[in-house]
């Protein structure tokens, strides 16, 4: 029991020990006995502008090692004054941020400094260790870019490029680089000679001048690096006048009409030499040039072929065409690159690789050995290393490789080849090869050449220019043989291998030889003279010490002098420009103008001045045929010959401007204008029957103006360049002959003309040409009868004359009278008869005028303006209907009265009966009908 009960109260006092321990616990937590502290020693933060929260880097953490209310933070101090930051908890988180206490501006505070520490909760409360806290304040671009100076001036003078005028500067009160800085300048006035850089700087782009401009004012405005813009800040920049040599007054652009003859150039142009005082020792040149090398052959030149051209410069004829334009009668030129002719001549290309065209043996001259000339437009680029290119080669057909006759290219040298048979003389060596030495071959420009060939002397002609050959190789004449020779241009035909080698590579054009004579040097310069030039006529305006020249082609003027007074500016201003074709080609000339001149031994820099000459598309020539478009004839006349285009007229017209009197508006009219025509053709269908039908020239004509003519059983073709009226006079002799005019086929001829090789073509006039076959009675019946019951037709076609003349008839109606009763018969239907005549040619002309007026449409029409027909009553051909026929087998010896009454009632019925108006029916012409 005793044990027993102290167990119990060992028990109570282990519970109260327990007890007593637990309560000092409890106090001993309450206890503070800890600071606070914080995980980092320093904190960035960023805030931007006017916003209130700050994002800390990394995020504001406090801790505490005491246990329950002590080891609680209870907030952050920030132990700086005047800092518009607080730190605050989110009750939902718990975490702690840090916020402004104002809204924060960049511009003021760009960034605060400062310490803070955490405190707990416990009594009394611990402080942590100081922290510090770094907060950037981010700009917002709230401010626009500004000019302190709102206006700039600036001076410069004339004819200067600057790389610095003036330079303009804006600011921005934004705080941050990014939005504070000037990222760029603009020019806001448009069309202005300046630029500005991102610096500022402003800069003109061309050299500016007086005259033009005095002054510029320029708006220019500045961009930060946000985008926003400024106010325009205005910039002044003024132009000094300064002394610039150089010519003035020399227009752009020249305009020239055709036909309007010579006209100035820069008839105000001005020289500045800025030579003040005056030179005492002065010169000066000037070299004005015409630029036409991308026109036609060179220049402005006239685009016939060019035997027309020979016959222009007023040559002998005998030159032979190699390369004529396609056609009648030079078919060899038409698988050849050319030109399309209407606006140059015809110009023909060889590609070097395969382009060739043999001559047809029928047109190479024989006699190439002693005397000749060879002329050629060429127009060749470099080609070095390619071997020989011919232009022109004679060879053997055949069996053979020698070169009897060869112009060709190597290496930029001109080579003429020419090698005469032996004959027996074994000592004969002649001179062979002829070489020159040009840049003219190799320029890619064109050129004339004539190569004069009066053996043993060859003289060649470029441009009109002499030249003697540098070098000459003599040789053996070739062995004769009786191979025949080959012709060909482009290349060399080698008949043993019989294939082209040495291909030429470049372009010709007008390649002719003459054989058994050379040109004149008139002739030679006439050919490449150029219808446009410069000009200068006022020789009595140079003074002494000044001289003007001219190059061969007149296109390069030359005129020196002395810079002392005006005189010199004067001779320029009248030099001129002059295009003597009726219709030039158009388009663009270039003018130069060069000068040097020197002032007391110092040069004086005057800028070359380039101009255009542009030459207007000239009216066009309208070419108009006419004539009888329809011939009906005898067969007789067919085999005398027809002159198909007798009353043929040709007519060029221009359209002009042509003011009325009361000076409304200008009216357009067609004027009559003179030029030349160079072909005309004559189209037969269907085709000739060369048998017993061909046509007639008259060849006297065509000698005399030296016309080439080509016929064939299809077409006639005249070439040649000459005159409308005298082209006219040869057409109206032309004759078209049938001997069988009996097995005629209604023939069509067309004619057509052009000039300036096809470069204006007329109008087609289109011919019909027929037969009048005669139309006899028919069957044989009573004359007594008939000559009662004859009846007059009028009507005709195109197969049908007025038939021949009945005097056979005539005569049996006599034979066959045989009493007074039937003479007397015959006398009043004779009477009758003439009656019926006249009043029937009335009716005539007034159904002819009825058909002028209605029948526009009418199919067949002939030529009778001079058609004469005197008509004998007793000579007309006689129609006899089935009526007429029938009553002439009536009875013979019906009595008188009938007799007469029948020719009564027949007359009276062809009074009553009137022909129906027909189209398409051939008309006579009966105003010169003679009784």
């Known amino acids: 029991m005793l044990l027993r009960s102290s167990r119990i109260y060992g028990y109570a006092a282990v519970l109260l020990l327990l007890s007593f321990s637990s309560v000092r616990s409890e106090d001993e937590v309450e206890e503070n006995k800890h600071k606070p502290w914080l995980a980092d020693e320093f904190f960035h933060g960023e805030i931007n502008e006017n916003e209130h929260t700050v994002v800390l880097h990394p995020a504001l953490q406090a801790f505490d090692a005491d246990e329950g209310t002590p080891g609680q933070i209870c907030g952050f101090e920030i132990t700086d004054q005047g800092i518009p930051f607080e730190v605050k908890s989110e009750e939902s988180t718990e975490e702690w941020h840090l916020e402004a206490t104002e809204p924060v501006d960049c511009e003021s505070h760009r960034e605060y400094l400062f310490y803070m520490q955490a405190f707990d909760c416990g009594e009394p409360r611990r402080y942590s260790h100081k922290v510090r806290v770094h907060i950037e304040v981010n700009d917002v671009n709230e401010h626009t870019p500004y000019f302190p100076t709102p206006s700039y001036e600036a001076e410069l003078d004339e004819g200067k490029l600057y790389d610095k005028i003036v330079q303009v500067e804006a600011t921005d009160d934004d705080c941050s680089p990014a939005f504070s800085q000037i990222c760029d300048y603009e020019i806001v006035t448009p069309s202005v000679p300046f630029n500005i850089s991102r610096e500022g700087l402003i800069r003109n782009t061309e050299a500016l001048s007086y005259e033009r401009t005095k002054n510029y004012i320029l708006a220019v405005r500045a961009y930060d690096c946000g985008g926003k813009r400024s106010t325009t800040a205005l910039v002044t920049i003024i132009v000094n006048k300064i002394c610039t040599p150089g010519w003035t007054g020399f227009p ?213 220019d002499s030249y003697e050959p540098h070098h000459v190789t003599e040789d053996w004449p070739l062995h004769h043989s009786n191979i025949e020779a080959v012709q060909t241009i482009g290349a ?15 372009y010709l054009a007008g390649l002719t030889i003459r054989p058994g004579s050379v040109e004149s040097e008139s002739v030679i310069r006439c050919l490449h003279g150029c219808k446009e030039s410069l000009e200068f006529h006022d020789f009595d305006l140079l003074e002494p010490g000044q001289e003007a020249t001219f190059n061969q082609a007149q296109s390069a003027l030359t005129l020196k002098g002395q810079l002392i007074g005006d005189n010199f500016v004067k001779v320029m201003q009248r030099v001129a420009y002059v295009n003597s074709r009726q219709f030039p080609t158009p388009g663009m000339r270039i003018i130069r103008v060069s000068t040097h001149a020197r002032c007391d031994d110092e040069d004086i820099l005057i800028p070359d001045v380039e101009s255009y000459i542009m030459v207007l598309q000239p009216e066009e020539p309208t070419i108009t045929i006419s004539g009888s478009q329809h011939h009906a004839h005898k067969v007789s006349d067919f085999e005398t010959g027809i002159q198909i285009f007798s009353n043929v007229d040709i007519i060029s017209t221009l359209e002009e401007e042509q003011e009325d009197e009361e000076d409304v508006e200008a009216v357009m009219e067609a004027v009559n204008i003179a030029h030349n025509l160079d072909s005309c053709i004559v189209k037969v269908s269907p085709p000739l029957n060369e048998e017993y039908e061909y046509m007639d020239l008259p ?17 006639l073709v005249i070439r040649g360049v000459e005159s409308i009226t005298n082209y006219v006079d040869v057409l109206s002799k032309v004759k078209y002959i049938n001997k069988n005019a009996g097995k005629f086929f209604d023939r069509v001829f067309t004619l057509s003309c052009s000039e300036l090789s096809g470069r204006y073509t007329s109008n087609t006039l289109t011919v019909q040409v027929n037969v009048l076959h005669t139309s006899f009675p ?40 045989t009493g007074t009763a039937m003479t007397a018969v015959i006398v009043a239907c004779v009477g009758f008869l003439v ?86 029916q051939l008309e006579w012409d009966d105003s010169t009908l003679t009784f």
């Open 252 to 464: 752009k652009r020249i305009e020239y009409e055709a036909g309007s003859g010579r006209q100035q150039l820069a008839s105000k142009m001005y020289l500045e030499t800025c030579t003040e005082p005056v030179c005492k020792d002065s010169s000066i040149e000037a070299k004005i040039t015409l630029e036409t090398d991308h026109i036609g052959k060179g220049c402005d030149r006239d685009t016939y072929s060019e035997k027309s051209l020979r016959k222009l410069c007023d040559a002998e004829s005998g030159s032979i065409e190699l390369l004529p334009s396609p056609g009648v009668g030079h078919s060899w030129t038409e698988a050849l690159n050319k030109d399309d002719g209407n606006e140059s001549d015809q110009i023909y290309e060889f590609d070097g690789e395969t382009t060739a065209v043999v001559v047809p043996d029928d047109v190479v001259p024989a006699n190439l050995t002693e005397k000749f000339t060879i002329s050629t437009w060429m127009k060749h680029g470099p080609n070095y290393g390619e071997g020989k290119e011919t232009i022109l080669c004679t060879s053997d057909k055949s069996g053979l490789n020698r070169h009897h006759l060869a112009m060709y290219i190597h290496n930029c040298r001109l080579v003429f080849i020419l090698r005469h048979d032996f004959f027996g003389d074994l000592d004969s060596i002649r001179p062979t090869e002829f070489r020159w030495k040009l840049n003219q071959v190799c320029d890619k420009s064109w050129h004339h050449y004539v190569l004069n060939v009066d053996f043993p002397k060859v003289q060649l002609y470029v441009d009109g």
């Open 492 to 506: 060399a035909w080698q008949g043993a291998d019989e294939e082209f080698v040495q291909y030429l590579k470049g």
């Open 699 to 715: 060849t006297m004509e065509l000698h005399k103006w030296r016309l080439e003519l080509f016929n064939s059983s299809e077409e």
């Open 778 to 817: 028919g069957p044989k019946v009573n004359h007594d009868k008939a000559n009662q019951h004859m009846s007059i037709s009028y009507k005709h076609n195109s197969k049908q004359d007025i038939g021949k003349d009945p005097l056979t008839s005539s005569k049996g109606v006599a034979a066959s009278t």
């Open 835 to 920: 009656f019926m005549i006249v009043l029937g040619i009335f009716r005539i002309r007034a159904a002819h005028r009825r058909a002028q007026v209605g029948d526009d449409k009418q199919e067949m029409a002939w030529d009778d303006s001079s058609l004469t027909i005197t008509v004998n009553p007793m000579q007309q051909t006689l129609e006899y209907d089935d009526a007429e026929f029938q009553a002439g087998q009536e009875d013979s010896d019906s009595s008188d009265d009938d007799d007469d009454s029948s020719c009564h009632d027949d007359l009276d019925s062809s009074e009553d009966e009137e022909e129906p108006s027909k189209e398409h």
